[in-house]
């Protein structure tokens, strides 16, 4: 810029140069039913039922949370209760409540980054332990509820 006399002319007299914004590219949707199933939580939920259209950031960060959630089934396939369901809209659920549970149930601090976040493997793996959903090390969890006193008979179980 030493060639021209002022940074104001040499700017005026430019195009202006477009900025990158945040664009994305879309993500293949490999579960779409799902995918809809947790906007459209998002949308009832956090938005009230409004008609927004999601961005393609907004709209990836879903599709990367249900992939995120078949991800932890196939690493802990062996920890899921037999007892529970590992229906992927039944996880979905899960997803959704573990996520509002960590914001306190406030949902106005939700965004569509929080269900595709570095963290959403660990509070939904704390969720489903604090179900009974998945087992703990010791193979003795029960829903959050209460724990069942040891040595006491089945019939006659006591919660504290």
Avoid at 20 to 45: A, C, F, I, V, W
Avoid at 79 to 107: G, M, P, R
Avoid at 118 to 125: E, T
Avoid at 128 to 142: A, F, H
């Amino acid at each position: 810029w030493a060639k021209e006399k002022s940074l104001f002319q040499k700017y005026v007299s430019e195009e202006p140069k477009k900025r990158k914004g945040r664009e994305e590219e879309p993500l293949e949707d490999n579960h779409p039913e799902q995918t809809r199933q947790l906007m459209s939580l998002y949308r009832k939920q956090v938005l009230g039922g409004a008609a927004i259209e999601f961005s393609v950031h907004d709209k990836n960060c879903f599709k990367k949370a249900i992939l995120g959630i078949v991800e932890f089934q196939k690493k802990n396939k062996s920890k899921i209760s037999s007892f529970h369901s590992i229906q992927l809209n039944e996880w979905v659920n899960h997803l959704w409540e573990a996520t509002v549970e960590a914001v306190d149930n406030d949902v106005k601090k939700l965004s569509p980054g929080w269900f595709s976040s570095p963290k959403m493997q660990n509070r939904l793996a704390s969720y489903l332990c604090s179900q009974g959903i998945i087992d703990d090390e010791q193979g003795t969890n029960v829903p959050q509820q209460g724990r069942m006193i040891q040595g006491v008979q089945p019939d006659e179980q006591i919660y504290y």
